[in-house]
């Protein structure tokens, strides 16, 4: 990562970094291991997820906020896992299916007899070699996470948001992995691999910011969608700078092979662009400061972003000083 795109942040993240209590962080990544293991995620992982969520989440929340933030990551990791091992788009289908049952009836018993209705293209409890997990596992999962976001939150008129914005991410996500076996996004600008790109990496910024507490979040999510996206472009690119090389190994999209022939002057790019989309969130989050009531907003989308921006320069998601 460039100095200017880090340095910009790091005062903040010191700040940040400054709320969290050991003893709170060690009791939430221990709340998370099983979930860890069930994702096929290591200790490691498990513990930059609860950190994660720690500092993302302002403190008055984080009792309620952090632990469903944390279990969406590691969901997430699930997911990253198990559509990095498919062979064919198969699997991917039925994840998306299976996802989009589950979240649209968190309360149902969901098991391999109940998808049968759903005649998969593929074993819902089979777990590829490398995999992690299983489609199932990860369909109650999706369950999970919608019932601690009704539990925490309660019946906020955000709810059908969470549902509508988890279920498009994870298509967002199962469309990314078609680029494995389709080189058409070899011919994308890097405008047009932002539009997809920023969609499936912005499961944080679900688990976070639709638990607002701001009456009118609803009726102006289209607003507020668009900021949320400008953060999300942010973090794909910052993901994408610090995974090129695995990403080049397993033939994986990644902004620096479509912004420009030349690695290096591809790299500057996406940086320059780091700096753009910052600029412009910023600029817009500023229009939104007279209202006192976009504050927790304005401050979690930061708190993604800035955190989002160290942990990345550091390498692939890790914890500073960890």
Same mark, same amino acid.
């Given at each position: 990562?460039?100095?200017?795109?880090?340095?910009?942040?790091?005062?903040?993240?010191?700040?940040?970094?400054?709320?969290?209590?050991?003893?709170?962080?060690?009791?939430?990544?221990?709340?998370?291991?099983?979930?860890?293991?069930?994702?096929?995620?290591?200790?490691?992982?498990?513990?930059?997820?609860?950190?994660?969520?720690?500092?993302?989440?302002?403190?008055?929340?984080?009792?309620?906020?952090?632990?469903?933030?944390?279990?969406?990551?590691?969901?997430?990791?699930?997911?990253?896992?198990?559509?990095?091992?498919?062979?064919?788009?198969?699997?991917?289908?039925?994840?998306?299916?299976?996802?989009?049952?589950?979240?649209?009836?968190?309360?149902?018993?969901?098991?391999?007899?109940?998808?049968?209705?759903?005649?998969?293209?593929?074993?819902?409890?089979?777990?590829?070699?490398?995999?992690?997990?299983?489609?199932?596992?990860?369909?109650?999962?999706?369950?999970?996470?919608? @019932?601690?976001? +009704?539990? /925490? !939150?309660? &019946? =906020?008129? %955000?709810? *059908?948001?969470?549902?509508?914005?988890?279920?498009?991410? #994870?298509?967002?996500?199962?469309?990314?992995?078609?680029?494995?076996?389709?080189?058409?996004?070899?011919?994308?600008?890097?405008?047009?691999?932002?539009?997809?790109?920023?969609? @499936?990496?912005? +499961?944080? /910024? !679900?688990? &976070? =910011?639709? %638990?607002? *507490?701001?009456?009118?979040?609803?009726?102006?999510?289209? #607003?507020?969608?668009?900021?949320?996206?400008?953060?999300?472009?942010?973090?794909?690119?910052?993901?994408?700078?610090?995974?090129?090389?695995?990403?080049?190994?397993?033939?994986?999209?990644?902004?620096?092979?479509?912004?420009?022939?030349?690695?290096?002057?591809?790299?500057?790019?996406?940086?320059?662009?780091?700096?753009?989309?910052?600029?412009?969130?910023?600029?817009?989050?500023?229009?939104?400061?007279?209202?006192?009531?976009?504050?927790?907003?304005?401050?979690?989308?930061?708190?993604?972003?800035?955190?989002?921006?160290?942990?990345?320069?550091?390498?692939?998601?890790?914890?500073?000083?960890?």
């Amino acid at each position: 990562m460039s100095e200017d795109n880090v340095s910009y942040w790091q005062p903040a993240f010191a700040g940040w970094r400054a709320e969290l209590n050991d003893e709170q962080t060690r009791s939430l990544v221990a709340s998370l291991g099983e979930r860890g293991l069930a994702y096929g995620q290591s200790s490691d992982r498990t513990q930059a997820a609860g950190y994660y969520a720690l500092l993302t989440t302002q403190p008055a929340q984080r009792a309620n906020l952090a632990y469903a933030a944390a279990h969406m990551i590691l969901w997430m990791y699930g997911i990253d896992l198990l559509l990095d091992t498919c062979t064919s788009m198969a699997p991917a289908e039925d994840l998306l299916r299976v996802v989009t049952l589950a979240t649209s009836n968190p309360e149902a018993e969901l098991t391999a007899e109940s998808l049968a209705a759903l005649d998969l293209q593929t074993d819902p409890t089979m777990v590829n070699p490398g995999a992690g997990c299983s489609i199932l596992t990860l369909g109650q999962g999706a369950q999970q996470l919608v @019932s601690e976001v +009704a539990a /925490h !939150y309660g &019946s =906020l008129a %955000a709810g *059908p948001l969470f549902v509508r914005e988890f279920n498009l991410q #994870v298509a967002a996500e199962v469309m990314e992995s078609r680029w494995r076996f389709d080189a058409r996004w070899h011919g994308y600008s890097l405008d047009q691999y932002l539009e997809l790109g920023a969609a @499936s990496i912005a +499961a944080i /910024h !679900y688990a &976070s =910011l639709l %638990a607002v *507490p701001y009456p009118r979040l609803a009726e102006e999510w289209g #607003v507020l969608r668009s900021l949320v996206w400008l953060s999300a472009a942010v973090c794909r690119l910052a993901n994408d700078v610090a995974t090129v090389e695995r990403d080049r190994e397993e033939g994986r999209a990644n902004a620096l092979f479509v912004a420009a022939p030349d690695e290096e002057a591809a790299r500057e790019l996406v940086l320059a662009k780091i700096v753009e989309l910052v600029a412009t969130m910023e600029s817009r989050l500023a229009d939104l400061a007279a209202d006192p009531q976009y504050d927790y907003f304005a401050e979690m989308l930061r708190r993604v972003t800035g955190t989002t921006l160290v942990l990345y320069d550091a390498g692939d998601f890790v914890i500073p000083g960890a």
